[in-house]
């Protein structure tokens, strides 16, 4: 009987060090919760709650401290759970039956505002949203309510800043942030496909649509200047380009747009030093070497050659490099490279009407005339006005011995507004005249 007793007192102290151990955990795991709300690490806090709960479910002030976080962190679910447990648990506090009162508020509003919102009444939904959002500025589904409503009744800017605050609130669910990426993608998107029908105009309003929804998004900028560029106003361009670089110091594909504006304005120097920033941020970009090589061919040939040979090693399908190449060596009559590198550019821009020329006149050059012949014929073929081509048709046609074609393409040359190609077309045509006398 004596034995029995002592078994029981020792069960009853390993039970009650059992209680104090799982007591003193949970406090001080709601100490070290409430430390990481105070410091904003909401997410720590979660954790140090959720492992008080495992500690002793039993604890009213714990299911009530996570019932809070828990609607900061977006869960009316899990607030109206571990709420409705501290409640059992002790009824009388009042903090709790007050904090329940505003949750049944907030979860009423909130299924009022999905049934408007069901009911397609967008704008109706997005007044009831707000009215949440001003009694509780941190319950992230309210934001994305607002959001879906405002988007709906096509105010989409607002509806990007409702996204925007959504995400801010709770960066962990995934729907906030897509929402605000597709609210802002859909108009880019727009101004793409008009910008593939060259409406331009059109297309900048699209592009300045996802800029006023998201100003960080710097594609819309590159893509509105290169609209302004095609409708004759680089400087608007320029702008619109150092708008995007303001956002993204090290966005090349813009560098290199502005560097190549700056270049069609004979501003070199300004090109110059806009490429060598550009590959200063990516010494892998071939376009950069490119552009850098353009402004150098003008005096400084030997640097320009190094230059798009670098461009070639970095990317050997940049045709625009192997162009710039073939020019430069035909111009110094080193027509064996002159014709590798343009014959690589003509395969590779088989639709360029200038490249399948200047291979031509490489050809023509080396008396290689039926070679010539092709090349002149692909780039007529491809503009049926362009007086060089047909000039460097006639020369391989009279090669060949082809009079009749040969007369054929000089008279088509004739036709062109080169004055000095309508002066030697003619000259070839009066030799023609006279050696068939």
């Not at 709770?170 to 998107?189: F, G, I, T, W």
Request: hydrophobic share 35%; charged share 30%.
């Amino acid at each position: 009987m004596r034995y029995r007793y002592r078994e029981y007192l020792v069960v009853m102290a390993v039970s009650l060090a059992t209680v104090l151990g799982a007591f003193q955990n949970s406090a001080d795991l709601l100490t070290q919760a409430r430390a990481a709300i105070k410091a904003g690490d909401l997410a720590a806090a979660e954790v140090h709650l959720k492992s008080a709960v495992d500690a002793d479910d039993a604890n009213a002030e714990v299911h009530f401290e996570l019932s809070r976080l828990l609607l900061d962190r977006d869960n009316l679910k899990g607030t109206q759970t571990h709420l409705k447990k501290a409640i059992e648990l002790d009824g009388r506090n009042q903090d709790y039956r007050d904090f329940a009162e505003k949750v049944s508020v907030i979860s009423s509003a909130m299924s009022q505002a999905s049934r408007t919102f069901d009911e397609q009444e967008y704008e109706k939904a997005a007044g009831e949203y707000e009215g949440i959002i001003t009694k509780y500025p941190r319950f992230a589904s309210a934001y994305y309510g607002l959001g879906l409503s405002l988007m709906k009744a096509s105010m989409l800017k607002g509806a990007a800043d409702a996204f925007r605050n959504a995400a801010e609130l709770n960066p962990e669910d995934q729907r906030y942030s897509m929402a605000l990426r597709k609210l802002v993608a859909d108009q880019y998107n727009e101004g793409n496909r008009r910008y593939n029908t060259r409406d331009w105009e059109a297309a900048i309003e699209s592009y300045v649509s996802a800029i006023d929804l998201d100003p960080t998004f710097v594609q819309a900028y590159y893509r509105q200047a290169r609209c302004e560029r095609n409708l004759g106003d680089p400087e608007a361009a320029l702008e619109t380009l150092d708008r995007a670089l303001a956002v993204r110091p090290d966005y090349v594909t813009a560098i290199i747009e502005k560097g190549n504006i700056l270049r069609s304005q004979s501003r070199g120097p300004e090109a110059e030093e806009t490429y060598r920033m550009a590959i200063a941020f990516d010494a892998t970009s071939s376009d950069a070497y490119v552009g850098l090589g353009a402004v150098l061919r003008t005096d400084q040939r030997d640097e320009a050659i190094r230059t798009f040979e670098m461009a070639i090693s970095l990317n050997p399908k940049n045709s625009t490099a192997h162009e710039y190449l073939g020019e430069i060596y035909s111009d110094q009559e080193n027509w064996k490279k002159a014709l590798d590198h343009l014959s690589t550019a003509s395969k590779l821009k088989p639709k360029d009407y200038r490249t399948h020329w200047r291979l031509s006149v490489a050809y023509n050059a080396t008396d290689k005339s039926e070679d010539a012949r092709q090349s002149a014929r692909k780039s007529v073929n491809l503009k049926k006005t362009f007086e060089y081509g047909w000039y460097e048709l006639g020369i391989a046609e009279k090669a060949l011995g082809n009079r009749q074609a040969a007369i054929e393409a000089f008279k088509n040359a004739e036709k062109g507004r080169d004055g000095a190609i309508r002066k030697t077309a003619r000259y070839e045509l009066q030799q023609l005249d006279a050696s068939s006398q």
